[in-house]
T-cell receptor
Framework: GQNIDQPTEMTATEGAIVQINCTYQ??????LFWYQQHAGEAPTFLSY????GLEEKGRFSSFLSRSKGYSYLLLKELQMKDSASYLC??????????????FGRGTSLIVHP | KAGVTQTPRYLIKTRGQQVTLSCSPI?????VSWYQQTPGQGLQFLFE???????NKGNFPGRFSGRQFSNSRSEMNVSTLELGDSALYLC?????????????FGPGTRLLVL
Protein backbone atom coordinates (compact mmCIF):
# COMPACT_ATOMS: atom_id res chain seq x y z
CA GLY A 1 0.00 0.00 0.00
CA GLN A 2 0.89 3.64 -0.04
CA ASN A 3 0.80 6.54 2.39
CA ILE A 4 1.01 10.12 1.13
CA ASP A 5 1.15 13.11 3.44
CA GLN A 6 0.88 16.77 2.58
CA PRO A 7 -0.24 19.76 4.65
CA THR A 8 -3.96 20.43 4.67
CA GLU A 9 -3.78 24.16 4.21
CA MET A 10 -1.24 26.91 3.58
CA THR A 11 -1.51 30.64 3.21
CA ALA A 12 0.86 33.01 1.44
CA THR A 13 1.08 36.56 0.17
CA GLU A 14 0.81 37.64 -3.43
CA GLY A 15 4.28 37.91 -4.97
CA ALA A 16 5.88 35.60 -2.42
CA ILE A 17 7.27 32.07 -2.75
CA VAL A 18 5.62 29.03 -1.22
CA GLN A 19 6.80 25.43 -0.90
CA ILE A 20 4.29 22.60 -0.58
CA ASN A 21 5.79 19.40 0.76
CA CYS A 22 4.74 15.83 0.10
CA THR A 23 6.09 12.71 1.78
CA TYR A 24 5.23 9.21 0.67
CA GLN A 25 5.83 5.56 1.40
CA UNK A 26 5.63 3.12 -1.47
CA UNK A 27 6.90 -0.31 -2.42
CA UNK A 28 7.34 0.22 -6.14
CA UNK A 29 7.84 3.89 -6.91
CA UNK A 30 7.15 4.74 -10.54
CA UNK A 31 6.79 8.49 -10.62
CA LEU A 32 5.33 11.42 -8.72
CA PHE A 33 2.86 13.93 -10.10
CA TRP A 34 1.61 17.30 -8.95
CA TYR A 35 -1.81 18.57 -9.97
CA GLN A 36 -3.62 21.85 -9.40
CA GLN A 37 -7.34 21.84 -8.75
CA HIS A 38 -9.43 24.99 -8.48
CA ALA A 39 -12.66 24.75 -6.54
CA GLY A 40 -15.36 23.13 -8.60
CA GLU A 41 -13.01 22.24 -11.42
CA ALA A 42 -11.07 19.17 -12.56
CA PRO A 43 -7.39 18.69 -11.68
CA THR A 44 -4.83 19.94 -14.18
CA PHE A 45 -1.34 18.50 -14.56
CA LEU A 46 1.57 20.55 -13.25
CA SER A 47 4.63 18.31 -13.12
CA TYR A 48 6.05 14.82 -13.21
CA UNK A 49 9.20 13.56 -11.46
CA UNK A 50 10.65 10.08 -11.70
CA UNK A 51 14.35 10.84 -11.10
CA UNK A 52 15.89 12.76 -8.22
CA GLY A 53 16.29 16.47 -8.69
CA LEU A 54 14.50 19.62 -9.61
CA GLU A 55 12.22 20.10 -12.57
CA GLU A 56 11.50 23.73 -13.42
CA LYS A 57 8.59 24.94 -15.49
CA GLY A 58 8.01 28.66 -15.42
CA ARG A 59 6.90 29.84 -11.99
CA PHE A 60 6.46 26.26 -10.81
CA SER A 61 9.21 23.81 -9.87
CA SER A 62 9.02 20.31 -8.46
CA PHE A 63 11.70 18.45 -6.53
CA LEU A 64 12.05 14.76 -5.80
CA SER A 65 14.22 12.71 -3.46
CA ARG A 66 13.42 9.03 -3.88
CA SER A 67 15.67 7.93 -1.02
CA LYS A 68 13.80 10.20 1.38
CA GLY A 69 10.34 9.61 -0.07
CA TYR A 70 9.98 13.34 -0.38
CA SER A 71 8.87 15.88 -2.93
CA TYR A 72 7.99 19.53 -2.93
CA LEU A 73 6.23 21.91 -5.27
CA LEU A 74 7.67 25.41 -5.33
CA LEU A 75 5.52 28.27 -6.54
CA LYS A 76 7.23 31.59 -7.20
CA GLU A 77 5.82 35.08 -7.73
CA LEU A 78 2.49 34.00 -6.34
CA GLN A 79 -0.63 35.33 -7.98
CA MET A 80 -4.17 35.40 -6.66
CA LYS A 81 -5.17 32.83 -9.28
CA ASP A 82 -2.77 30.34 -7.67
CA SER A 83 -5.28 29.92 -4.85
CA ALA A 84 -6.27 26.28 -5.34
CA SER A 85 -5.78 22.78 -4.02
CA TYR A 86 -2.47 21.12 -4.93
CA LEU A 87 -2.50 17.35 -5.17
CA CYS A 88 0.54 15.14 -4.84
CA UNK A 89 0.16 11.73 -6.49
CA UNK A 90 2.48 8.74 -6.53
CA UNK A 91 2.34 5.94 -9.05
CA UNK A 92 3.18 2.56 -7.58
CA UNK A 93 4.32 -0.18 -9.94
CA UNK A 94 2.93 -3.52 -8.86
CA UNK A 95 4.13 -7.00 -9.72
CA UNK A 96 2.81 -8.04 -13.08
CA UNK A 97 3.40 -4.62 -14.58
CA UNK A 98 0.24 -2.89 -13.45
CA UNK A 99 0.36 0.32 -11.52
CA UNK A 100 -1.84 2.20 -9.10
CA UNK A 101 -1.78 5.99 -8.77
CA UNK A 102 -2.45 7.19 -5.22
CA PHE A 103 -3.32 10.79 -4.42
CA GLY A 104 -2.70 12.78 -1.29
CA ARG A 105 -5.62 14.66 0.27
CA GLY A 106 -4.39 17.88 -1.28
CA THR A 107 -3.03 21.14 0.11
CA SER A 108 -5.39 24.08 -0.04
CA LEU A 109 -3.31 27.17 -0.83
CA ILE A 110 -4.79 30.56 -0.08
CA VAL A 111 -3.04 33.55 -1.62
CA HIS A 112 -3.96 36.90 -0.12
CA PRO A 113 -3.04 40.42 -1.24
CA LYS B 1 -8.63 19.70 -30.15
CA ALA B 2 -11.65 19.08 -27.93
CA GLY B 3 -11.02 18.15 -24.31
CA VAL B 4 -12.28 15.21 -22.30
CA THR B 5 -16.05 15.19 -22.05
CA GLN B 6 -18.20 13.45 -19.47
CA THR B 7 -21.92 12.86 -19.42
CA PRO B 8 -24.07 13.45 -17.57
CA ARG B 9 -22.63 16.29 -15.52
CA TYR B 10 -25.06 15.84 -12.64
CA LEU B 11 -27.07 12.86 -11.54
CA ILE B 12 -29.40 12.02 -8.66
CA LYS B 13 -30.16 8.40 -7.87
CA THR B 14 -31.61 6.46 -4.95
CA ARG B 15 -30.06 3.64 -2.98
CA GLY B 16 -30.14 0.30 -4.76
CA GLN B 17 -30.29 1.76 -8.24
CA GLN B 18 -27.52 1.44 -10.78
CA VAL B 19 -25.87 4.16 -12.82
CA THR B 20 -23.76 4.41 -15.98
CA LEU B 21 -21.39 7.28 -16.59
CA SER B 22 -19.76 8.07 -19.91
CA CYS B 23 -16.38 9.53 -20.83
CA SER B 24 -15.10 10.57 -24.25
CA PRO B 25 -11.32 11.02 -24.27
CA ILE B 26 -9.33 13.50 -26.27
CA UNK B 27 -9.10 12.41 -29.89
CA UNK B 28 -6.16 10.03 -30.32
CA UNK B 29 -5.90 9.16 -26.64
CA UNK B 30 -6.17 5.46 -25.95
CA UNK B 31 -6.00 5.38 -22.17
CA VAL B 32 -8.93 6.30 -19.95
CA SER B 33 -8.74 6.27 -16.16
CA TRP B 34 -11.59 6.73 -13.72
CA TYR B 35 -11.41 8.34 -10.28
CA GLN B 36 -13.76 8.98 -7.39
CA GLN B 37 -13.37 12.22 -5.45
CA THR B 38 -15.01 12.84 -2.08
CA PRO B 39 -14.27 15.38 0.66
CA GLY B 40 -13.46 12.60 3.09
CA GLN B 41 -11.26 10.33 0.98
CA GLY B 42 -9.91 12.72 -1.61
CA LEU B 43 -9.16 11.49 -5.12
CA GLN B 44 -9.09 7.70 -5.45
CA PHE B 45 -8.21 5.61 -8.49
CA LEU B 46 -10.91 3.26 -9.74
CA PHE B 47 -9.48 1.68 -12.88
CA GLU B 48 -7.76 2.31 -16.18
CA UNK B 49 -8.66 1.06 -19.63
CA UNK B 50 -6.30 0.92 -22.57
CA UNK B 51 -7.17 -0.51 -25.97
CA UNK B 52 -10.46 -1.90 -24.63
CA UNK B 53 -8.73 -3.80 -21.83
CA UNK B 54 -8.69 -3.04 -18.13
CA UNK B 55 -5.02 -2.51 -17.34
CA ASN B 56 -5.10 -1.41 -13.73
CA LYS B 57 -7.62 -1.52 -10.92
CA GLY B 58 -7.89 0.28 -7.61
CA ASN B 59 -9.29 -0.99 -4.36
CA PHE B 60 -13.02 -0.69 -4.99
CA PRO B 61 -15.72 -3.36 -4.67
CA GLY B 62 -17.01 -5.28 -7.64
CA ARG B 63 -20.07 -3.03 -7.81
CA PHE B 64 -17.83 -0.65 -9.71
CA SER B 65 -17.12 -1.78 -13.24
CA GLY B 66 -16.22 -0.29 -16.54
CA ARG B 67 -15.53 -0.90 -20.16
CA GLN B 68 -13.92 0.76 -23.13
CA PHE B 69 -15.09 0.75 -26.71
CA SER B 70 -13.09 0.54 -29.91
CA ASN B 71 -13.26 4.33 -30.33
CA SER B 72 -11.67 4.67 -26.83
CA ARG B 73 -14.85 6.03 -25.27
CA SER B 74 -15.38 4.53 -21.84
CA GLU B 75 -18.27 3.88 -19.53
CA MET B 76 -18.31 3.27 -15.81
CA ASN B 77 -21.13 1.44 -14.06
CA VAL B 78 -22.01 1.36 -10.39
CA SER B 79 -24.60 -1.18 -9.33
CA THR B 80 -26.64 -1.31 -6.12
CA LEU B 81 -25.85 2.27 -5.23
CA GLU B 82 -25.06 3.18 -1.62
CA LEU B 83 -25.20 6.57 0.06
CA GLY B 84 -21.40 6.54 0.25
CA ASP B 85 -21.16 6.44 -3.53
CA SER B 86 -22.14 10.10 -3.64
CA ALA B 87 -19.08 11.72 -5.14
CA LEU B 88 -17.53 13.49 -8.09
CA TYR B 89 -16.49 10.91 -10.67
CA LEU B 90 -13.65 12.06 -12.88
CA CYS B 91 -12.21 10.46 -15.94
CA UNK B 92 -8.83 11.29 -17.40
CA UNK B 93 -7.32 10.42 -20.74
CA UNK B 94 -3.76 10.12 -21.97
CA UNK B 95 -2.18 9.01 -25.25
CA UNK B 96 -0.59 5.89 -23.82
CA UNK B 97 -0.54 4.00 -20.54
CA UNK B 98 2.19 4.43 -17.98
CA UNK B 99 5.28 6.53 -18.52
CA UNK B 100 5.25 10.26 -18.01
CA UNK B 101 2.14 10.74 -20.05
CA UNK B 102 0.14 13.70 -18.86
CA UNK B 103 -3.40 12.89 -17.88
CA UNK B 104 -6.11 15.29 -18.95
CA PHE B 105 -9.14 15.31 -16.72
CA GLY B 106 -12.73 15.80 -17.74
CA PRO B 107 -15.11 18.10 -15.82
CA GLY B 108 -16.57 15.18 -13.87
CA THR B 109 -19.98 13.76 -13.13
CA ARG B 110 -21.39 14.72 -9.76
CA LEU B 111 -23.47 11.84 -8.42
CA LEU B 112 -25.82 12.22 -5.48
CA VAL B 113 -27.33 9.08 -3.97
CA LEU B 114 -30.40 9.61 -1.80
Amino acid sequence: GQNIDQPTEMTATEGAIVQINCTYQTSGFNGLFWYQQHAGEAPTFLSYNVLDGLEEKGRFSSFLSRSKGYSYLLLKELQMKDSASYLCAVRDLLSGGSYIPTFGRGTSLIVHP
Amino acid sequence: KAGVTQTPRYLIKTRGQQVTLSCSPISGHRSVSWYQQTPGQGLQFLFEYFSETQRNKGNFPGRFSGRQFSNSRSEMNVSTLELGDSALYLCASSPQTGGRETQYFGPGTRLLVL
